[in-house]
Nanobody, 124 residues
Framework: QVQVAESGGGSVQAGGSLRLSCEVS??????MAWFRQAPGKEREGIAA???????NYADSVKGRFMVSEDNDKNMLYLQMDSLKPEDTAMYYC????????????????????WGQGTQVTVSS
């Protein structure tokens, strides 16, 4: 049973920073991504990493967020800078099995394993 667990959410003022962490409890290689869901909105992919470590970002976070990974520890991180009130949402980490050549994908249905989410609140 693959388990995904996020941590690092919290409350911050606009312009501030937060760093989210995600751990996947599995030895098999997984491609991972960050999604978020604001109240009343669809869950959207915001940052993902492919097999080769290539990142992919949604336009809404490009230039402000940075995704990184530590494969030895099965960890995924999301550094969020210049946060805005519209970044307020529940943030989810997701994982999918992948292989050499897999690219970073931001499509929700591509991911099989999800964490419980961590809340990020940005006040103006």
């Amino acid at each position: 049973q693959v388990q995904v667990a996020e941590s690092g959410g919290g409350s911050v003022q606009a312009g501030g920073s937060l760093r989210l962490s995600c751990e996947v409890s599995a030895e098999t290689f997984y491609c991972m991504a960050w999604f978020r869901q604001a109240p009343g909105k669809e869950r959207e992919g915001i940052a993902a990493i492919g097999w080769a470590g290539d990142p992919n970002y949604a336009d809404s976070v490009k230039g402000r967020f940075m995704v990184s990974e530590d494969n030895d520890k099965n960890m995924l991180y999301l550094q969020m800078d210049s946060l805005k009130p519209e970044d307020t949402a529940m943030y989810y980490c997701a994982a999918r099995m992948c292989s050499r050549g897999s690219v970073a994908r931001l499509i929700r249905d591509d991911y099989d394993y999800w964490g419980q989410g961590t809340q990020v609140t940005v006040s103006s």
